[in-house]
């Protein structure tokens, strides 16, 4: 089946098992926080954008009286890709804030690394959907806080009280704009999805 | 910006008007993929060429085999494509079913004993 001389082949081990080729990152919060401005400055390409539609079979939270029974909802979510090496790709995905898209979330968080809740001071109530989620789903997370001139600047201990977050729950303040600051909550969401991870393996092999 | 290239006569109904075609058209009604699972970030890539037995391919299936020379993401594929995913994992199906396409899906959550996918990501990120 393999025509193609390429190295992709070499991905699937003779024990048919797969490298890891491909992982995710998600970039949570409310709508206008910067999600896609963050995804666009750290991607190596212009975000991208796909939708899912979700069809009259699985639509149990809207209200649909009155309109066609064949009323579909979609979704939109945008995208960016980095190129971590020939074999990794880093895919950071933009997630609709709402909670009632609740089936594209599952789909989301399914495998992702950890993700980003991307908080405004301003309308901090909006993390309120993206942090009960990740915190129920078990998905290790970070809030970064936008920084928007002429927003009022918070402590960040306030941000952690106003949410209710975890003590352990890194909180930071980035500039959605900037590629170095962009890369920095990346980095950060990595690192504390480590810890997370190290600490489970310990519990689950003791 | 250089997102326009096209003449102008191309785009005579932009974005907003939806599509021209309805996604389950494209899929000829079907809402799942024959076979493969595709997740968002499986990565899908061309395995061989298009060969005259390979009948009833649409024009969206060869799109695919033309977009995929080079490995991308299902979620990669849908937005080129300007498809939904549901009616590009039904053409991903039916080029997977005629091993028109190799698709290797993401390990499903990192091994418990094994953390270093977390360590190249940062390493690779430091080095960006």
């Not at chain 2, 993929?33 to 969206?60: C, M, N, Y």
């Not at chain 2, 939904?84 to 039916?94: E, H, K, N, T």
Request: glycine share 8%.
């Amino acid at each position: 089946m393999d025509y193609e001389p390429s190295d992709s082949a070499d991905r699937t081990g003779a024990s048919g098992e797969l490298m890891p080729t491909a992982v995710k990152i998600l970039i949570a919060g409310g709508f206008g926080v910067g999600k896609t401005t963050l995804v666009g400055a750290v991607s190596e390409t212009r975000p991208l954008r796909t939708e899912e539609v979700l069809t009259e079979e699985g639509v149990s939270v809207d209200d649909l009286s009155g309109i066609e029974t064949k009323t579909t909802t979609t979704v939109a979510m945008d995208f960016g890709r980095i190129s971590i090496t020939d074999d990794l790709v880093l895919y950071l995905f933009g997630t609709p804030g709402q909670d009632r898209f609740w089936f594209v979330w599952d789909e989301l968080a399914l495998g992702a690394l950890g993700a980003v809740v991307l908080a405004d001071t301003r309308r901090l109530a909006d993390c309120f959907p993206s942090v009960d989620y990740f915190e129920k789903h078990g998905t290790p997370f970070i809030v970064a806080v936008n920084c928007f001139e002429g927003a009022r600047q918070y402590q960040l201990d306030e941000v952690t009280q106003a949410l209710s977050l975890d003590p352990g729950v890194p909180v930071m303040l980035c500039d959605a704009r900037r590629r170095e600051s962009g890369k920095e909550v990346l980095i950060a969401v990595l690192e504390h999805a480590m810890r997370t991870h190290r600490r489970v393996s310990a519990t689950t092999a003791g | 910006m250089t997102e326009y290239e096209e003449p102008p006569d191309v785009h005579w109904v932009d974005e907003h008007a939806g599509p021209v075609v309805r996604p389950y058209a494209v899929t000829r009604g079907r809402a799942r993929p024959v076979t493969g699972k595709f997740d968002l970030v499986s990565q899908v890539s061309t395995a061989r060429t298009v060969a005259s037995q390979d009948v009833g391919l649409g024009p969206e299936h060869l799109a695919i085999i033309a977009l995929c020379r080079r490995r991308l993401s299902v979620a990669e594929v849908a937005a080129h494509l300007d498809l939904p995913l549901g009616a590009v994992r039904v053409l991903l199906g039916d080029l997977l079913e005629r091993q028109l396409v190799r698709v290797v899906e993401p390990r499903p959550t990192p091994v418990l004993t094994d953390d270093s996918i977390f360590e190249q990501v940062i390493n690779g990120l430091r080095t960006l």
